[in-house]
C-alpha cells in the first residue's frame, strides 16, 4: 500500500490541504507519479488533538480502512514513545511506499516519526514533504516541488463554512450579500464625512452617535429629555435632523426606531466591511477568489470568535480586520486581534489585511513629521517585531478612498505582488 503520515497539530489547515491535493482524482501523471496516490491515511495525533484528527478524516470521506490513528495520548513530547509507537505499526502495515508530510504537529512529533520511518528499513520508497506556507507547494527533500507549474490552491477548495467544521467550530453566522443601506455613493459620502471628522468637524458623527435606539442609554435619554409615555417633539426633531444629514441615501422614506438603529450600525463603521466586501466581489474572479462572506461570527467554548470579513482563495484564507477609526492605539488594536484571529481559523497559510481611516498626515492633510501622527508607519514597525508581519497588510485611508485604488491593492495583495 501507498501510506500517508500527517502529524496532526492544534490547525487542521496543513494536514487537510496536503492530503486532500495527495487524493485528489485530477492531479497529473507527473504528481502521481513523483507523489502516489495514498491508500491509507495514518494519522499520529494527541489526547489535545484528537479532534482536529476526526474532523479531517470526516472532511476528506475517509472510510475505516482508508485511515488509521496513533494516539499518543499526553506523550507528544516523548521522542522514544513517539518513535516506538510510529515503527510498531509500520511493521503491521508493511507499506511499499512511504509519504510523511511534517508540517503540522510539535518538534518531538517531527523528528520522532521521521526516525521511525527511517529505521522501517523494509521500504525503499521513502517521501519527506513539507507544506510551503507561501507557495502552496510541497517541498521535498533536494529541493523538488510539487505541483510544478500551478500550486494546490488551484486544486484544493474549500468553504468557510467547512473551514470552521474542520476547526470544530460551530456553524457560522455569516452575511455575502450587502446591506440595504449599501450604496458607492453613501460609501463614498461617508468617506468624506470621516475625512472632515478628522480635520476637527464632528458634527455628523456627534449627531449620530447620539442617537439611543430603543432609548435604553440614560444619559441620552436624559440629554433628549425622552418622557416615559413615549417619544416627544424634541426626540421627533432630533429624528428628523437625522434623515436630513443622510436624505440624499434613505429615498424618501420615514426611519423607525430599528431601522435608525441599524443605520446608525452602518453610518459608525459597518460601511467600510460592506464596502470592502463589495469591492471584493468585484475582483473575485481576477484573483481567484472562491468564496467570501462579511460579518462572520460563531462561538469558542461559549465565547463570541467573530471575523469581519474572510475571503478564501482555494485553501488560504484571507482575513480582514476594519475599522472606521482613525487612531493609532484603536487601528493597533484591530491589527493585533486580526493577526491573532487570522492564525487560529487559516494557520501559517492564513493572510492578515488591517484596514482603517488612519494616515500619515496631519489635520490638514498634509504628511506630518509628527511621529505621534503617523498611524500606518507606526502600525508597520509595531507589526515588523513579529513573526506574522510577512503575513501581514495595512490599508489606510489613502488606499481606501475611492473603488479603483482599493481594488489595485487588493489585488496586489491577494495576488501575492507585494
Not at 478628522?198 to 447620539?210: A, M, Q, S, T
Not at 488612519?358 to 498611524?375: A, E, I, L, Q, S
Not at 473603488?403 to 489585488?411: G, H, M
Amino acid at each position: 500500500m501507498n501510506l500517508l503520515i500527517l502529524s496532526i497539530g492544534s490547525n487542521p489547515m496543513p494536514n487537510y490541504i496536503t492530503a486532500k491535493y495527495l487524493l485528489h482524482e485530477n492531479r497529473k501523471e507527473l504528481e502521481c507519479k513523483n507523489l502516489p496516490k495514498p491508500d491509507m491515511v495514518m494519522f499520529v495525533y494527541s489526547s489535545r488533538t484528537e479532534k482536529f484528527k476526526e474532523k479531517i478524516a470526516a472532511q476528506l470521506d475517509l472510510n475505516q480502512d482508508q485511515s488509521l490513528g496513533v494516539n499518543l495520548e499526553n506523550k507528544f513530547r516523548e521522542f522514544e514513545e513517539i518513535k516506538q509507537k510510529v515503527l510498531e505499526k509500520l511493521k503491521e502495515l508493511k507499506p511499499y511506499s512511504i509519504h510523511l508530510n511534517y508540517t503540522g504537529g510539535t518538534k518531538p512529533m517531527a523528528v520522532g516519526i521521521s526516525s521511525a520511518v527511517e529505521q522501517f528499513e523494509e521500504c525503499k520508497n521513502k517521501i519527506y514533504s513539507d507544506l510551503s506556507p507561501d507557495k502552496f507547494k510541497l517541498i521535498l527533500r533536494k529541493g523538488k516541488v510539487f505541483p510544478t507549474n500551478r500550486d494546490i490552491r488551484d486544486i484544493v477548495k474549500i468553504s468557510i463554512e467547512d473551514l470552521y467544521e474542520l476547526h470544530d467550530l460551530e456553524a457560522p453566522k455569516l452575511k455575502k450579500e450587502n446591506s440595504n443601506w449599501y450604496s458607492e455613493k453613501f460609501i463614498n459620502y461617508l468617506i468624506d464625512k470621516k475625512n472632515e471628522f478628522k480635520k476637527g468637524d464632528e458634527d455628523f458623527y456627534y449627531l449620530w452617535r447620539k442617537w439611543p435606539g430603543k432609548t435604553k442609554d440614560k444619559d441620552n435619554r436624559k440629554a433628549l429629555k425622552i418622557s416615559s409615555g413615549g417619544q416627544n417633539n424634541e426626540l421627533e426633531g432630533y429624528k428628523q435632523s437625522l434623515e436630513l444629514s443622510v436624505k440624499d441615501f434613505i429615498k424618501d422614506q420615514t426611519l423607525g426606531s430599528q431601522q435608525l438603529k441599524h443605520l446608525k450600525r452602518f453610518i459608525c463603521g459597518v460601511w467600510l466591511e460592506e464596502y470592502l466586501f463589495s469591492v471584493l466581489q468585484e475582483i473575485k474572479e481576477d484573483c481567484g477568489l472562491t468564496d467570501i462572506a462579511w460579518n462572520v461570527e460563531t462561538k469558542i467554548k461559549g465565547r463570541r470568535f467573530e471575523l469581519d470579513i474572510i475571503a478564501m482563495k482555494g485553501c488560504q484564507s484571507f482575513v480582514f480586520t476594519c475599522t472606521s477609526d482613525h487612531t493609532s492605539s484603536l487601528c493597533k488594536g484591530k491589527a493585533f486581534e486580526g493577526v491573532y484571529r487570522s492564525e487560529q481559523i487559516g494557520g501559517e497559510q492564513s493572510k492578515t489585511i488591517l484596514v482603517c481611516m488612519g494616515d500619515d498626515f496631519d489635520k490638514k492633510g498634509k504628511p506630518t513629521d509628527d511621529n505621534d501622527k503617523k498611524v500606518i508607519e507606526s502600525i508597520k514597525k509595531d507589526m515588523s517585531q513579529f513573526d506574522a508581519v510577512s503575513n501581514f497588510y495595512i490599508l489606510g485611508s489613502e488606499d481606501i478612498k475611492n473603488s479603483s485604488t482599493l481594488k489595485t491593492k487588493l489585488k496586489q495583495i491577494i495576488n501575492g505582488d507585494i
